[in-house]
């Protein structure tokens, strides 16, 4: 007895996965199926249901973008990010801010365009200034754009990433820039500075933005943030030797995405984020040289949104 229920289930599976085959592979209509195998179209809804619920049928998206939503979704479940979102890259790039700009961009345009009031702080960098420049124009008065760090060098001379007022600028809104010093010559500079009304109106319109934006740099004789001059020989040396692997916000972090207390962090002016903070911020980043600071970045949870590219998503993922 038990064999011939065997046998009935059996049958009735090769009749599910032929229902199913003809269904979604050939492509044919429910009733020319059951013309086909001589069955009531109510039979042939009921066996291409047991079919799907028997996992006879694998659904395989054809489009190029499959394998960088299959990305965005490792990533956001390995670091339990709020949103996740990978784009297209040339096979064997090592970067492409460009892709990632366009893609950040495009979130950003979606959150941009509401009509109550929007409150954005950004940082500074390559992606922030590329993201920034694919930014639809629009005119949103009512909106607040905030620096999240200072665009000086300790010499006075501005950098050529001043990304808060191209932003204010491109979709006419509130800006409010930090002009001061990344880095000050002493800590007591800093603390005037802070104590400053300006720079506490700053901290204040940061802790209630509705979105913080920022980049990532990589800490080597490369780095963006000594080259364009915040920081010097000495200083990144040491924040080498302490065992750097990545720079948020000017502030260099470890292998974990703690800040490296040391060297001229407590001359940084900053307006840092707390680790795994509430409040939706996006680290939009792309470059082979940059993997372990992004890797540093999302495990420390200074950013619980990410937007990159795919060859950069595989090399984060690889990474242990």
């Known amino acids: 007895m038990a064999i011939t229920e065997r046998s009935e289930a059996d049958r009735r599976l090769d009749q599910a996965a032929r229902a199913a085959w003809l269904y979604y592979v050939k492509g044919k209509r429910q ?11 109510q039979i042939v809804q009921r066996l291409i249901a047991l079919a799907l619920s028997e996992n006879l049928i694998s659904f395989q998206v054809r489009h190029p973008l499959a394998e960088c939503i299959a990305l965005a979704d490792q990533l956001k479940e390995r670091f339990k990010l709020q949103f996740c979102e990978v784009s297209l890259s040339e096979a064997g790039s090592t970067e492409d801010i460009p892709s990632a700009a366009t893609v950040a961009a495009l979130y950003l345009d979606n959150l941009l365009a509401q009509k109550s009031p929007f409150t954005i702080a950004v940082g500074n960098g390559t992606a922030m200034r590329e993201t920034v420049m694919r930014v639809a124009s629009m005119d949103r008065p009512q909106h607040r754009c905030v620096s ?19 932003l204010a600028e491109r979709i006419g809104a ?29 901290r204040t319109l940061v802790n209630e933005a509705n979105l913080l934006v920022m980049g990532s740099g990589n800490v080597d004789w490369k780095a963006g943030v000594h080259l364009d001059g915040f920081i010097s020989d000495r200083e990144l040396a040491e924040a080498m030797d302490a065992g750097a692997v990545g720079e948020i916000l000017g502030g260099v972090i470890d292998k974990d995405g703690r800040f ?43 950013a619980n949104a990410f937007i990159t590219d795919e060859n950069t998503a595989r090399a984060v993922l690889q990474m242990r």
């Open 148 to 166: 999240l760090m200072g665009n000086l060098t300790p010499t006075g001379r501005a950098s050529r990433h001043d990304v808060v007022t191209k």
């Open 174 to 202: 509130q800006s409010y820039p930090l002009p001061m010093p990344l880095v000050t010559a002493t800590t007591s500079d800093r603390e005037i500075l802070q104590a400053q009304l300006g720079y506490k109106t700053l």
């Open 260 to 302: 490296i207390e040391s060297g001229y962090f407590n001359r940084l002016t900053s307006l840092l984020r707390e680790p795994d903070s509430k409040q939706t911020t996006l680290l939009v980043s792309s470059g082979e040289i940059r993997v372990r600071a992004i890797h540093a970045a999302l495990t420390g949870k200074l």
């Open 31 to 41: 009733d020319d199926i059951a013309g086909d195998l001589g069955i009531s179209r």
